[in-house]
């Protein structure tokens, strides 16, 4: 299969490309840097993902995409100016990418989302078929899905709403670890909302699985089966580490320091991946614990 992978210098991106060149497929990834470093058997074609431009003809070549590109959300406070770029970045993307589709090429696409589709949620358990919730990520996420809708008419479409990524060599999870590991750890807020989170293997696999399978479509939560309270993760995380969890950041604190983002980190959702288990995705990594100590030794 030849796939054609935006967002592929990002943790999730980069990840999933070396995966399909050991596999034996052959990869196409859009870059703003032809030169950087890349693994063997990667070609680059330099473009924005946000700007139309030659690499779309790259695009139509492909057998599948998978569309991972855009602004990092978690990467500091929301002001205007960077909400915009948060938008813009993947609305503008995606509908070149989806536009590409349509006119000819590519029979899959497989779009990336987020958990924050379903907003601030509670206790109640939210499969695929939960409606969308509030706020600025849960409106941003339905935007971004339905930018991708005119690529329907010709390809295969899955959106992977994934959850929180645990990685050891990026994302969340190092900056989870650090107050520990500084002896400053305790969770978020009360505790008690839900954390969805995702092994970065898994969160590979389910991409692989919505390339691969005819059956996927639509939303696929990328979520562990297991999801936890913030009380649970922040014990765990303790655990792992054999450190204290005893410093709790109030959720006052955590507004004051990241404003707008704070509702984001401390809201409860209660995910679980209905289709992936569906579709018979055996995850490696289903309960935090060993997905933990596998990531932080």
């Known amino acids: 299969m ?6 592929a210098t990002g943790l ?11 596999r034996g497929d052959q ?25 139309a431009g030659p690499w779309t003809a790259a695009l139509a070549g492909a057998d599948a995409v998978v569309h991972l590109a855009g602004e990092p959300v978690a990467g500091g406070r929301w002001t205007a100016a960077r909400k915009a770029r ?8 995606t509908r070149l ?41 849960a409106d941003l996420s339905m935007r971004w899905e339905a930018a991708a809708a005119p690529a329907a008419a010709r390809a295969r479409l899955v959106f992977i709403r994934t959850g929180l990524v645990l990685a050891s060599q990026g994302g969340a999870l190092p900056a989870l670890a650090r107050p520990f590991r500084l ?24 991409l692989l699985l919505a390339l691969d399978d005819a059956r996927a479509s639509g939303p696929l939560n990328a979520v562990a089966p297991a999801p936890v309270r913030q ?5 765990t995380l303790a655990r792992v580490l054999r450190r204290p969890n005893l410093l709790a950041v109030p959720a006052a604190a955590l507004r004051l320091a990241v404003g707008e983002l704070a509702e984001v980190l401390l809201a409860s959702q209660r995910v679980v991946p209905a289709q992936a288990e569906a579709l018979g995705y055996r995850f490696k990594f289903p309960t935090l614990g060993p997905a933990l100590r596998d990531l932080l030794g």
């Open 231 to 235: 009380a649970e993760l922040a014990q």
């Open 86 to 93: 948060i938008v813009a970045s993947r609305l503008d993307s």
């Open 2 to 7: 030849h796939v054609f992978v935006t967002g």
């Open 27 to 51: 990869v196409t990834a859009l870059s703003r840097r032809p030169g950087a470093a890349r693994p063997a058997g990667l070609r680059l074609v330099e473009g924005d993902p946000a700007v």
């Open 183 to 206: 002896f400053a750890g305790g969770p978020l807020g009360d505790g008690r909302g839900w954390q969805p989170w995702i092994h970065l293997a898994d969160e590979v696999g389910l």
């Open 97 to 137: 990418v989806a536009g590409a589709v349509a006119a000819g090429g590519p029979r899959v696409l497989v779009q990336g989302s987020a958990t924050g589709f379903y907003g601030d949620r509670g206790d109640e358990p939210l499969d695929e078929a939960a409606a969308p919730g509030r706020g600025f990520l």
């Open 12 to 22: 999730i991106g980069r990840t999933l490309c070396e995966a399909l060149i050991r």
